[in-house]
């Protein structure tokens, strides 16, 4: 009897230590892709009850093992629910949340519109702005005049316009091609996160980033470097869809005059 007493206490911390030491810490950062504060936000890992708030620039850290539910809430934005893959350990994750719309109360109105305006418009109220604009210009019309009127003559020195009334066929034709572009043009719409990790591994395999490496940055360091160049120029919303290599190696070189700026990085 005390040899199975030994055996257990010896046996229930071994068991304690291995779920220790299987919580890994998971970081990333929280954004909403439109550039708005929406910091903090709520952090919650549902599977051990442990949670925290992103800081200034939507950075978080939180313990988490395989296959926890991570939980992302903010007030005014859809709740983000993240199940950790093996993966994602190894990775800086991109979180985004979409904001919730507003709800505008329906409006229910009586009378059931005929078709005819002239008869419609007698049973349908004006809004107030429009019955205070038209209060404001009754009494201007009435007020007596301030000013002398002008002389309604007609210059000397006029010119007759001969081509008054005539089409300017280069304006339309302007206009006509000013259209077809715009309609041709990929309308720009913000990435989700899966099209942003897309956008990013692309960015790794195509664009020339030997200029990150002359100052001593390592994959983890280049990878931090453009979540920030993709954050602060919206990269993955204005270029996935129209990827231009030397476009995109230009902005990355624009973000990372700034990005050097708050950053000590080795020149070598």
């Known amino acids: 009897m005390k040899t199975y007493i030994k055996q257990s206490l010896y046996t229930i911390p071994f068991f304690v230590s291995a779920e220790f030491f299987s919580q890994q810490q998971v970081t990333g950062i929280v954004t909403d892709n439109g550039k708005s504060d929406i910091n903090p936000v709520l952090v919650i890992n549902v599977s051990n009850q442990k949670s925290t708030l992103s800081d200034a620039s939507g950075r978080f850290i939180i313990e988490a093992s395989e296959n926890d539910e991570i939980r992302f809430v903010k007030e005014g934005y859809y709740r983000f629910d993240k199940k950790m893959i093996k993966e994602d350990f190894n990775s800086h994750l991109m979180i985004t949340l979409e904001k919730r719309e507003i709800e505008i109360p329906e409006v229910k109105i009586a009378y059931k519109p005929t078709g005819n305006l002239e008869k419609d418009n007698k049973h349908l109220n004006e809004s107030r702005k429009i019955v205070s604009l038209r209060s404001e210009l009754d009494e201007y019309m009435k007020s007596p005049l301030n000013e002398a009127l002008p002389d309604n003559t007609v210059s000397k020195t006029f010119k007759q316009d001969y081509g008054a009334g005539q089409v300017n066929l280069l304006g339309v034709l302007d206009a006509a091609v000013g259209l077809f572009k715009k309609a041709t043009e ?82 070598l």
Do not use: C, H, P, W
């Open 186 to 267: 990929l309308k720009i719409t913000k990435a989700n996160f899966t099209e942003t990790q897309d956008f990013i591994k692309r960015v790794k395999q195509e664009a020339d980033l030997t200029f990150l490496k002359k100052y001593g940055m390592d994959e983890e360091r280049i990878d931090q470097f453009l979540l920030y160049a993709n954050d602060t120029r919206m990269m993955a919303k204005k270029y996935r869809k129209n990827f231009k290599i030397d476009v995109v190696e230009y902005e990355l070189r624009v973000a990372f005059a700034e990005y050097k700026k708050t950053r000590k990085l080795d020149n």
